[in-house]
C-alpha cells in the first residue's frame, strides 16, 4: 500500500529566504506524485505533479520539485518565499492507476517579514 | 482545468441530523472523489463515485453514514447522516481533471453541535 510521510508540521521562514518542504513516499510500484497547496479556509490547489520524465518538475507560484527515485523523494522548493506563500503544503501518491490518491499529513509554511 | 462548485461552504448543524453537500463540475467527469478534513489533520479519502453505479467506500466509511448519489456526469452529492461531534470536519469533492492531476472544490466547513 502506498503511503507518504512530510516530515515537518511546520515550516517558519523569513520572507525572501528559499525554503524546503520534505516529502518521502512509499509504495511497491511506481507512482505519481503531487503537492497541492490549502490557503487558509479555501480548497485544495495542485502545485506541480511529477507523472514521468524530467525528474525536475516545475509548478506555480515559483515552486519546484525534484523526484528522487533512490530515495523516494519528492521534496518541494522555492528560493525565494513570499507572504503570499503562506498556507498549509501536501504531499500526495498514487499508485499508476490513477484512482486513489493517498495525502501527507500537511507542513504548515509561515512566512515571516 | 475543470471548476467544481461546492456548495454549502459551511454550515452548523444540531447532533442527530443530516447535511447534503453538493458538487457541480462544469464538464463531464467519469469519476469524483469525496474526502474529509478533520481538524488539524490531512484529507482521508471517504468514497469514489461513478455515474449509474453505487460508489466505492474506503475502509472505516460506510453508505448508511455518507450515502452518495451520482445522478449524472457532472453533479454529486454527499450526506453526513445523524451526525455527531467527531463528523465535524471540512468536506471536499475532487474529480480527475486528466492530465492535470486532481482538481478539488473549495470544501464545506461542517461543525456539529
Known amino acids: 500500500a502506498q503511503s507518504v510521510t512530510q516530515l515537518d508540521s511546520q515550516v517558519p521562514v523569513f520572507e525572501e529566504a528559499p525554503v524546503e518542504l520534505r516529502c518521502n513516499y512509499s509504495?511497491?510500484?511506481?507512482?505519481?506524485l503531487f503537492w497541492y497547496v490549502q490557503y487558509p479556509n479555501q480548497g485544495l490547489q495542485l502545485l506541480l505533479k511529477y507523472l514521468s520524465g524530467s525528474t525536475l518538475v516545475k509548478g506555480i507560484n515559483g515552486f519546484e520539485a525534484e523526484f528522487n527515485k533512490s530515495q523516494t523523494s519528492f521534496h518541494l522548493r522555492k528560493p525565494s518565499v513570499h507572504i503570499s506563500d503562506t498556507a498549509e503544503y501536501f504531499c500526495a501518491v498514487s499508485e499508476r492507476g490513477y484512482q486513489k490518491v493517498t495525502f501527507g499529513t500537511g507542513t504548515k509554511l509561515q512566512v515571516i517579514p | 482545468s475543470a471548476v467544481i462548485s461546492q456548495k454549502p461552504s459551511r454550515d452548523i448543524c444540531q447532533r442527530g441530523t443530516s447535511l447534503t453537500i453538493q458538487c457541480q463540475v462544469d464538464s463531464q467527469v467519469t469519476m469524483m472523489f469525496w474526502y474529509r478534513q478533520q481538524p488539524g489533520q490531512s484529507l482521508t479519502l471517504i468514497a469514489t463515485a461513478n455515474q449509474g453505479s453505487e460508489a466505492t467506500y474506503e475502509s472505516g466509511f460506510v453508505i448508511d453514514k455518507f450515502p452518495i448519489s451520482r445522478p449524472n456526469l457532472t453533479f454529486s452529492t454527499l450526506t453526513v447522516s445523524n451526525m455527531s461531534p467527531e463528523d465535524s470536519s471540512i468536506y471536499l469533492c475532487?474529480?480527475?481533471?486528466?492530465?492535470?492531476?486532481?482538481?478539488f472544490g473549495s470544501g464545506t466547513r461542517l461543525t456539529v453541535v
Open positions: 509504495s511497491s510500484v511506481s507512482v505519481y
Open positions: 475532487s474529480v480527475e481533471d486528466g492530465s492535470r492531476g486532481y482538481t
